[in-house]
């Protein structure tokens, strides 16, 4: 969900009025995404190297996300809708460690849908700490490495309960992946736009969705 600094300042505002309209189109986003039927939605909240941005900044997204879990998600949890967090807890203040863990318990049961929120998380990290789960498991004596599998990788990824992805869309014209989610895109449909995430619509949801559904999908077959 990028360019919500560059929508700002393409308006002469500060960077976090950008961050506040990307919630907005965030949340709305959200509602479609799920009315529409999809069962999962990740998205890309914060990153470990957004912790390079300006201290303010930080501050204020930090501040967002922790009133966004405490009081924009009645939607989520009235439709059933279960939420997870991918990332780590590392340098998250206590605060929003609790409230995304409270979150987490509310949703736990819920069944109609997943909303995975991509929070203090790096695609390089999620995998090291994979093979660092797999190594204790093996000096443990609780795995075999010979067994070792893409599918039995995935169960030390974070939430392995989440399937690959099937479509990515990156906003801001920007062409690159930015360590999102590396292991579970490896066969994931690519759109792009050059719209700033705070332009985005729900009929560029929808556009995004059609042209998926044209592609042809053969997954290293003829």
């Given at each position: 969900?990028?360019?919500?600094?560059?929508?700002?300042?393409?308006?002469?505002?500060?960077?976090?009025?950008?961050?506040?309209e990307?919630?907005?189109?965030?949340?709305?986003?959200?509602?479609?995404?799920?009315?529409?039927?999809?069962?999962?939605?990740?998205?890309?909240?914060?990153?470990?190297?957004?912790?390079?941005?300006?201290?303010?900044?930080?501050?204020?997204?930090?501040?967002?996300?922790?009133?966004?879990y405490?009081?924009?998600?009645?939607?989520?949890?009235?439709?059933?809708?279960?939420?997870?967090?991918?990332?780590?807890?590392?340098?998250?203040?206590?605060?929003?460690?609790?409230?995304i863990?409270?979150?987490?318990?509310?949703?736990?049961?819920?069944?109609?849908?997943?909303?995975?929120?991509?929070?203090?998380?790096?695609?390089?990290?999620?995998?090291?700490?994979?093979?660092?789960?797999?190594?204790?498991?093996?000096?443990e004596?609780?795995?075999?490495?010979?067994?070792?599998?893409?599918?039995?990788?995935?169960?030390?990824?974070?939430?392995?309960?989440?399937p690959?992805?099937d479509?990515?869309?990156?906003?801001?014209?920007?062409l690159?992946?930015?360590?999102?989610?590396?292991?579970?895109?490896?066969?994931?449909?690519?759109?792009?736009?050059?719209?700033?995430?705070?332009?985005?619509?729900?009929?560029?949801?929808?556009?995004a969705?059609?042209?998926?559904?044209?592609?042809?999908?053969?997954?290293?077959k003829?």
């Amino acid at each position: 969900m990028d360019g919500n600094g560059r929508w700002a300042k393409q308006r002469g505002l500060k960077r976090y009025k950008g961050h506040q309209e990307g919630i907005k189109v965030f949340k709305e986003i959200t509602k479609e995404v799920f009315k529409l039927g999809i069962k999962y939605l990740s998205v890309y909240a914060f990153s470990l190297d957004n912790w390079k941005r300006d201290s303010e900044e930080i501050s204020f997204l930090m501040k967002s996300i922790l009133k966004f879990y405490e009081t924009d998600l009645s939607y989520i949890k009235d439709n059933n809708i279960k939420v997870i967090q991918s990332g780590i807890y590392d340098k998250l203040d206590n605060s929003i460690i609790n409230v995304i863990k409270r979150i987490e318990e509310e949703t736990r049961d819920n069944t109609a849908a997943i909303l995975n929120i991509c929070f203090n998380y790096s695609g390089r990290h999620e995998i090291i700490d994979a093979a660092k789960k797999i190594a204790k498991a093996y000096k443990e004596g609780n795995i075999d490495i010979e067994n070792l599998s893409t599918d039995t990788f995935k169960e030390y990824l974070y939430n392995p309960s989440l399937p690959d992805i099937d479509l990515l869309i990156r906003t801001s014209g920007e062409l690159r992946i930015s360590d999102f989610m590396l292991y579970r895109i490896a066969y994931s449909e690519l759109w792009f736009t050059e719209k700033l995430w705070p332009e985005f619509t729900k009929e560029d949801l929808y556009k995004a969705i059609e042209e998926f559904s044209l592609r042809e999908r053969r997954f290293g077959k003829a």
